[in-house]
């Protein structure tokens, strides 16, 4: 099939010896889905999910059972006292902007003990000036960047901390930054020390990628928030929108009576659908992720095959579902792309281009033909069109999908002469 599908014998060759070599770290892949299904599986049992649970309500979307009975299954999984899970919130971003401006008040500072946080939150804090940002509301921002090695820089994170200081957002994945993802247990030792500092600071964690890797999530080791985005890990690929907030009661009303309003908070917000979606693809969701991880492994391998600089390497531990590869020149990284792009079950006959995207530095090449706008639980690939030419790349519905998209972005530099196999 393989050669039917435009890889030739060369690549398949090639691939085929790296993948011997995997098999016991997709196992242990397996197992971690396993744990995680019966996480999932046991929370739906807990809270009685039946059939009434999936039908829409309207309007007001007073006593919509559906939702509030997955916010229960999501509190469950993650061991949180509450969680908001609504298709209203649009992204992850909008999400993190949410927890933060909700429990954040003028003359409060956040902080953040892990470096500079995601792009689209930049905005949301004011680091760059925006209308509408925390900073325009007062609330003022701390940073603390990690050490060259990727530690945690204990001195500085002390420094920063003082009497103001009232929420931490702590980053789980490394996102486009060049920075070791976290794992859960680093990210208890994170909490553990800034709460001996200061007992009453909140500690949010942004889990955006990170959902089922392992077998704990951050609110395991502490985290009084973590957040996320529907339309990655926990969506399953199924989520048609959403983002989530599990945490501490009195966190999450704050974040409901501000998505809502104050006197309404969680009793509104009408499901329109949705929640049979929801439903199924949380439930889906561990299994999902472990095709998108082994994807991750397994470029990971190929091309440190090559000789290309792979972050995480080859046979580093996994905290998150992004694999980058530093592939060093235009051409290496736009056929990249094409690859993937021309793997892909939706929009496979196009071809990506670089573009002058709003808000960045230089072109940036994206692929992606994904069932749901801008998912990248599906599979997808960016980058930006500057040294060192690396390619972000996430997500595989299926393993098979995610080896397939793989195989053809390799077959793409092959047929162009920019690798020797
Ligand atoms: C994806 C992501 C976000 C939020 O992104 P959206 O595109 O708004 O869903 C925030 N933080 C990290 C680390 C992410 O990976």
Known sequence: MYE???????????ADGVEQNLRERFDEIDRTA???????????QKHR??????TASTGYGYNDIGRDTLEDVYASVFHTEAALVRPQIVC????????????????????????????????VIGIRDSMGSLKEYGVSYAQTDLLADGGFDWDGIREKIHENTKLAAIQRSKGYAARPTLSVARIGELIAFIKKIKPDILCMVDNCYGEFVERLEPSDVGADMVVGSLIKNPGGGLAPCGGYIAGRTDCVERAARRLTSPGLG???GASLGVNASLYQGFFLAPTVTAG?????VYAANLY?????SVLPNGNESRHDIIQAIELGS???LIAFCSGIQAAAPVDSFVRPEPWDMPGYDSQVIMAAGAFVQGSSIELSADGPLKPPYSVFFQGGLTWYHAKYGILMSLQKLYESNLIEL
């Open 4 to 14: 039917q599908m435009g890889i030739s014998p060369r690549v398949l060759a090639f």
């Open 34 to 44: 396993e744990y995680n299904q019966c996480k999932v599986l046991a929370a739906m």
């Open 49 to 54: 999910v039946s059939e009434a649970h999936f």
């Open 92 to 123: 992850g971003t909008q999400a993190l902007a949410l927890a933060l401006a909700s429990n954040l008040f003028p003359g409060d500072e956040l902080f953040s003990p892990v470096g500079k946080p995601y792009d689209t939150l930049e905005e």
């Open 266 to 268: 969680r009793e509104v």
């Open 292 to 296: 998108a991880l082994k994807g991750a």
């Open 304 to 308: 440190e095959r090559l000789g290309f």
């Open 330 to 332: 235009p051409e290496k």
